[in-house]
């Protein structure tokens, strides 16, 4: 069964190369061009395509704003991002938008039909170096990140910030740890500063923020 295709790209001689690396192959027939977001939408639906090719960079909105609108009017329909640049912004986005793969526009005709075929099939096709770039970006962004406030504490630090926390005095912390409330003070000091916190109030709001004590447990002070 021939494939109906849809292409949208601004720049026409791209389009007629695509038309016919597409058409290379009697199992694709592109049955559309489109040169923005909207007559791209509107032709992709009104053409009952199989497949819709999308420019990342399509004109007054782009090429994932463009399968986003597809998708919400045909669910069914596939739609493959083409994009000039390696960008893991724009997969990770793309991806989140319901398309069903992405190439660059530098590919091979034989990466083209190949990413062509798979998504067709009902696959997920990801340029090989666009998901390594994403994949490395995900690792640094980790690396990036600060460890946890929670791991920053002492096991009888973060104790003492609980019941802080619910609104016990250093009298009733102490009763509860069998300390001296000058050394629950010494606790409530560390915590204050290790947290950069300057009030109970947002010791307490920082305390249900990160699910050490729920919002039922708290006393008013």
Not at 97 to 120: I, W, Y
Not at 174 to 184: A, D, I, Q, Y
Not at 203 to 214: I, M, P
């Amino acid at each position: 069964m021939t494939a109906r295709l849809v292409v949208a790209d601004s720049h026409w001689l791209i389009r007629c190369g695509l038309r016919a690396t597409l058409q290379s192959l009697a199992e694709h027939q592109v049955v559309g061009e489109a040169a923005d977001v909207a007559s791209s939408v509107t032709r992709s639906v009104e053409l009952a395509a199989d497949l819709t090719l999308l420019d990342v960079r399509l004109p007054v909105g782009g090429g994932i704003l463009a399968a986003r609108l597809i998708k919400a009017q045909r669910s069914q329909q596939k739609v493959l991002l083409l994009s000039n640049q390696d960008d893991a912004v724009s997969l990770r986005e793309a991806l989140g938008a319901g398309c069903d793969g992405c190439v660059r526009k530098d590919s091979s005709d034989r990466e083209l039909l190949e990413a062509v075929r798979c998504v067709l099939s009902g696959g997920v096709y990801l340029d090989a170096e666009m998901a390594r770039q994403m994949v490395l970006q995900d690792q640094q962004s980790e690396a990036a990140q600060p460890p946890g406030l929670l791991a920053l504490l002492t096991g009888r630090e973060l104790t003492v910030f609980r019941l802080i926390a619910e609104g016990r005095t250093n009298r009733g912390v102490g009763e509860s740890l069998h300390l001296s409330p000058k050394t629950v003070e010494k606790y409530r000091a560390s915590l204050m500063l290790k947290l950069k916190l300057q009030s109970a109030v947002e010791l307490r709001l920082l305390a249900l923020d990160l699910g050490v004590v729920q919002r039922a447990a708290l006393r008013v002070a």
